[in-house]
């Protein structure tokens, strides 16, 4: 194996990347490199190296602890820099109220929408307490007492949720969760009593600001004179640990749009005959952002969580991250079409209805329930919980029945893609393009005997995998001379080849099972050979092989439609391998 990996002249194992690139580990002069786009900014997720769901994140406030700069104080407020931080700097601020103002506070102007959470790091002074707040067109109030550390009043109760957390020190962080469709400013007040605003002279510490999209304060971002951003970002390839892999697999992806548009906060849903909880238990993203819904009705119809959506038909996937609370049975379903109930002691399907469900463990309790159906003209997306004695036609729960869900996602589609997080509005994430081109790929494909190795796994419940393509596009039409290595969506592994607008060759395997596979093709004028998992499958003696490639491909074809899929490595070989050194190649 050793030896005939020195052999490839090109080797993409996912290991390294960054910001629009994916590192392959041959060549080693980077001329082997594939670009990476996507264009949709923190639409994108995958499951990192801990098994969380990984997201990108931004903090929207400027300057973020330059207090002196985009910031401004108003009605006697004032800073000092130089302060000692929470964090054993002197980056802190004194925030100060030089004249009693009832209303000396610090302030940004800003222009963004949908939940958001704005935090501050504060510490008591010649003041116990500091109030954060987020003003658009409702505002809310929030009290902090940094010297209890506990959360005093909310004035106007537009708030989804506050917190404070002990840093240490006396540092706490002060967060406050609000939504609002048109916000304009974040601001932080000195005040020396809850629930009301002090006419008294002096001041608390301030440091680290933060305003992002989302439920909960995540790990601090410092910005400057621009926005700044963090974790998958629209240009980011996609190393997912899905399933508790030791190694990742690049993950690829089509387009696809997340129609709901408060995907975590339940709060903006319609509950009926229920209780909610924000911010209940620790999501599969590791922060503590999932809901609860708790019955408080006992008998028929239950309670729920519902979504008016409008009409929607054809082919969809309704999905929610679901976790069992005081009882075990949660159904999905789509008004007037069909649902799925779910067993989540077990992760398992009890019943369905005009729908197939699928069920993926996220760890910890943790399932990823999905029903797939095709609707006619349905209008509202429903998250019931229910009990032992709950079918899809009758809705029953018992009084404290509960559950925890995250993550709510439609999509048009028959097979769920990962996680698209929507703070308000309706996101489409892009499709994933992982390419080499130029003469970085002729200079690697020029030759006309060739062979390709991939490793992936396949998924039965999601089949039609793109593993690569090899592409002429100079000629305007990418679909005239190609090679197209897939699985498709009859399971099977296929390798298709055009030349002049011709097929020349299309052959595949026996349909594949759930789990990892290693394929290899051999080409040569007039040879095109297939082998799976260490077998020799088909041999097509007739095939030309087109000239004059361009392109490289993972994941096939460049366009927005196709299943992606994950792949594990990719070798490409500048000669025909001989079947020996394929099926050692590709024995698992």
């Known amino acids: 194996m050793s030896k005939l990996f020195d052999d490839a ?43 969380l769901i990984e997201k990108g994140r931004e903090n929207l406030l400027l300057q973020s602890n330059q207090f002196d700069t985009t910031w401004f104080t108003n009605a ?11 964090d054993g700097s002197n980056d802190a601020w004194l925030l100060s109220s030089t004249t009693g103002s009832q209303y000396a506070s610090l302030r940004q102007t800003i222009a963004t929408s949908g939940v958001t959470t704005a935090s501050f790091y504060a510490k008591a002074n010649t003041l116990n307490f500091i109030v954060v707040s987020v003003n658009g067109n409702a505002a809310t109030y929030q009290w902090f007492d940094l010297a209890n550390g506990v959360v005093g009043t909310n004035l106007y109760g537009n708030e989804i949720d506050a917190s404070i957390e002990s840093v240490g020190n006396g540092w706490y962080r002060c967060s406050l969760t609000f939504s609002d469709n048109n916000i304009v400013s974040a601001r932080a007040y000195p005040v020396g009593a809850d629930n009301t605003f002090t006419t008294t002279s002096g001041s608390i510490y301030i440091q680290d600001a933060q305003l992002e999209q989302g439920l909960v304060a995540t790990d601090y971002i410092e910005t400057g004179t621009s ?28 387009q696809r749009s997340n129609l709901v548009t408060q995907s975590e906060y339940f709060g903006a849903w319609d509950i009926v005959r229920a209780n909610s909880v924000a911010n209940s238990s620790v999501s599969p993203d590791g922060t503590s952002n999932a809901y609860k819904l708790e019955a408080n009705v006992t008998g028929l119809n239950g309670s729920w969580f519902r979504k008016i959506l409008s009409s929607f038909s054809g082919n969809y996937e309704f999905s929610v991250f679901a976790k069992a609370g005081t009882t075990d049975f949660l159904q999905l379903r789509v008004d007037g079409t069909g649902g799925v109930i779910f067993d989540l002691s077990d992760g398992t399907i009890k019943s369905e209805e005009n729908a197939v469900g699928s069920v993926l463990d996220y760890g910890n309790g943790w399932y990823r329930c999905s029903i797939q159906l095709t609707a006619s003209s349905s209008t509202a997306l429903l998250i019931i919980v229910g009990n032992e004695n709950m079918s899809t036609s009758v809705w029953r729960s018992t009084n404290g ?40 790929a002729t200079d690697i494909i020029d030759n006309p005997s060739m062979t390709l190795f991939a490793e992936w796994t396949t998924d039965t419940s999601n089949p039609s995998t793109k593993i690569m393509g090899i592409i002429r596009d100079n000629d305007g039409s990418f679909y005239n001379n190609f090679i197209a ?22 052959i595949s395997s026996n349909p594949l ?15 095109v050979k297939l082998f799976v998992d260490g077998v020799l499958i088909v041999s097509d003696t007739s095939a030309t092989i087109p000239n004059d490639l361009d392109e490289i491909y993972l994941a096939g074809y460049p366009d927005s439609t196709a299943r992606y899929g994950t792949k594990k490595s990719f070798l490409y070989f500048p000669t025909a391998l001989t079947d020996s050194e394929c099926i050692a190649l590709t024995t698992l």
């Open 9 to 51: 002249s090109l080797a993409m194992i996912p290991s390294a990347y960054k910001d629009g690139k994916l590192y392959s580990i041959r060549p080693t002069d980077g001329s082997g490199d594939f670009t990476f786009s996507r264009g949709s900014n923190l639409a994108a997720t995958r499951v990192d190296v801990n098994g």
């Open 76 to 86: 006697g407020g004032s800073v000092t820099s130089g302060q000692s931080g929470y």
């Open 227 to 254: 926005a700044a951003q963090s974790g998958i970002l629209e240009d980011m390839p996609r190393l997912d640990y899905s399933g508790g892999a030791s190694c990742p697999s690049l993950l690829l992806e089509p």
């Open 401 to 440: 029945d509960s559950a925890y869900i995250y993550g709510a996602q439609l999509e048009s589609g028959s097979y769920p893609t990962s996680y698209i997080p929507t703070y308000g509005t309706s996101q489409t994430r892009t499709h994933d393009v992982c390419k080499i081109t130029g003469s970085n």
């Open 485 to 506: 290595f897939t699985e498709r969506g009859d399971l099977k592994a296929a390798i298709e080849v055009r030349a002049g607008g011709s097929l020349q060759s299309f």
């Open 513 to 527: 099972t759930n789990g990892n596979h290693k394929a290899a093709v051999v080409m040569a004028e007039n040879n």
